[in-house]
C-alpha cells in the first residue's frame, strides 16, 4: 500500500545513482518534499529529469544539496545549508555508500569505504537529529547490507594494514547495522525509529571499482534498482506502529541474522571510534542528547 507523503520532508543520501534514485523519485511521487545530496550539478539535473519522466503527475518535488562524502567539510556544509533551508526532517535515509576494492584516501586522509559508508552517516546524524526530534514522525533508515561479516576492527577500521576490499565493505555494512541498533536503544522512547535493511543483489553501479567482470555480474545476475528499492520505500512510509525500531530488514519482513550485529559492547566502541576520527567536527559526544526537545 502507497502511504502519502504529504507534508513530509525526507532528506536521502546517495539519491542520484541506484536504490537511491528510485526511492527519491518513488517518495517524491507520493508527496513528499524529497531533500537528495548530489556530488555534483550534473547528476543532479540527472535526478531531477528522471523525476519527471518518471512520474509526470508526481504530487511532491525533489530539492538538491551538494555534497562530497570524501570530504568531511563538504558534508558538514551539506548539513549546514539542510539546517538553514529546512526546519523539519521526518525522514532521513543514509544510503550513499561504496565499496572500494583497493585501498584508497579520501580528501581527509582517511581510507574511503570507512569514512563514506560510516563516519559519513554517523556526521550526517549527528549534525541533523535535532531536525528529525522535531517531526511527529521521526525516522532513520539505513541501506546496509546481506554482505555484513565479521566484526568492526576498534583497533584498525581502516584496515590500512593488508587491506582487503571485500571485508572493508563487510565491516562497513556491520557498524551500519550496529549504529541502528545503537540508536535505537538511545531513541528508544522519543518516538523517533531507527531502521536499516538489505535491498538484495541488485544491478547498480557500486561494484564498479571491481573491473568489467563485477559490473556485467551486478547487471546480469543482480535485480532491478527499482526492485531494490522496494523495502527502502516500505520503512519510509510504513506506519511505524507495524515497524520495529533497531532492526534489520529484509524483503520488507525483519530478519534476525548474526550475534555481532547484535553485540552492543562493539556498538558502542565503534561510537567512540568514530569519534576520534570526526573531532574536528564534532566537539561535544557524538550523540550526547537524543532526547526529544519538549
Known sequence: ?????????????????????????????????????ARNKEKGSDLLSAYKEQYPNGQGTIELVEGDFSSL??????????????????????????????????????????QVNVLAPMLITHSLIDLVKKSSDGRLVFTASGLHKGVVDLNNPEM??????????????????????WLASKLEDTGIGA???HPGFVGTSIGRDGGMIMQKLMKLAGMSPKKGAETLNFLATEPQENLVSGEYYVKKKVKKITAESNDMEMANGMIEKG???????????????????T
Open 160 to 181: 590500512r594494514q593488508s587491506f582487503s576490499g571485500m571485508k572493508s565493505y563487510q565491516q562497513s555494512k556491520l557498524a551500519d547495522i550496529l549504529l541502528t541498533r
Open 275 to 293: 569519534q576520534t576520527f570526526l573531532a574536528d567536527y564534532i566537539q561535544s559526544d557524538l550523540f550526547a542528547d537524543l532526547v526529544v526537545n
Open 73 to 114: 567539510q563538504s558534508i558538514q556544509n551539506l548539513c549546514e545549508q539542510v539546517k538553514t533551508s529546512y526546519p523539519v526532517i521526518d525522514t532521513l535515509i543514509n544510503n550513499a555508500g561504496v565499496w572500494k576494492m583497493s585501498y584508497q584516501e579520501t580528501k581527509d586522509g582517511i581510507e574511503e569505504t570507512w
Open 195 to 197: 531502521y536499516c535493511f
Open 1 to 37: 500500500m502507497a502511504y502519502s507523503q504529504e507534508n513530509k520532508t525526507i532528506l536521502i543520501t546517495g539519491a542520484t545513482s541506484g536504490i537511491g534514485k528510485e526511492a527519491a523519485c518513488y517518495l517524491a511521487s507520493l508527496g513528499a518534499k524529497v531533500v537528495a545530496s
